[in-house]
């Protein structure tokens, strides 16, 4: 792998953008099966007793994929992107130490890259980066403060004002955010990924993954948290 050189003629801080896709780290069908799951009491013929408990049991794995792409302890990485000096890189791998070795090259690689360098993610102080450093057992990405912005400005805790502008009914994804700032769609959506995990589509989830990084940054560009480069 190859990395452009960093240039030497800016002194302003360099921002690399940052996000992870995750999937389970556990068969969701399997972990289904061991639940018991009993029909109401009010359910008395046998066809509708086997449907309502095949319809539950299909819910708890949707259920479990959730919850185990969110949790570093059921879920892992399946692919990175990162998107620095307005380039994109990415890996998607089946062998999740790849991914973290992938990372872990692209920061040794720069010397005291982050006293330089500023990572950005969309809501990576609460998933992103502790996700990652727990998955790969060391701290390989700045872990600071919820209120500390300088060295991993997450672009959430901004445009929430830390959680004190209330949203109500109104979303604050990545994706609703782009689209009222008049951002092109990304590609695909986070709940896709372990379908196209399962389906081997390797492809699309680097696509999506990138596609996230890229929308970020124009998103921060023009809510003028970044430069354009």
Not at 207 to 222: F, G, P, R, T, Y
Request: glycine share 6%; charged share 30%; with cysteine.
């Amino acid at each position: 792998m190859e990395f452009k050189e960093l240039s030497t003629d800016r002194i302003t801080k360099r921002d690399l953008f940052f996000d992870i896709e995750t999937i389970p780290n556990i068969d969701p069908e399997k972990y289904a099966q061991t639940l018991e799951i009993k029909a109401p009491g009010n359910y008395k013929d046998p066809v509708k007793i086997e449907e309502y408990i095949s319809e539950k049991r299909l819910s708890i794995v949707r259920d479990v994929i959730k919850s185990a792409s969110l949790n570093p302890i059921y879920g892992r990485v399946v692919s990175a992107a990162i998107r620095y000096e307005g380039q994109t890189f990415s890996i998607c791998s089946n062998t999740e130490q790849d991914i973290i070795n992938y990372v872990s090259d692209f920061v040794d690689d720069r010397d005291t890259l982050w006293r330089k360098t500023r990572i950005i993610t969309f809501n990576g102080k609460s998933f992103d980066v502790p996700f990652f450093n727990i998955r790969a057992k060391r701290k390989i990405l700045p872990e600071v403060s919820k209120y500390q912005q300088e060295v991993h400005f997450d672009a959430l805790l901004y445009v929430n004002n830390f959680g004190s502008f209330n949203s109500g009914v109104l979303s604050f994804s990545q994706q609703a955010i782009a689209r009222i700032l008049g951002i092109s769609e990304g590609i695909g959506n986070g709940g896709e990924v372990y379908d196209y995990y399962l389906n081997q589509d390797f492809d699309k989830i680097v696509a999506h993954n990138e596609s996230d990084v890229e929308q970020l940054e124009k998103i921060c560009v023009e809510l003028g948290i970044s430069e354009k480069i």
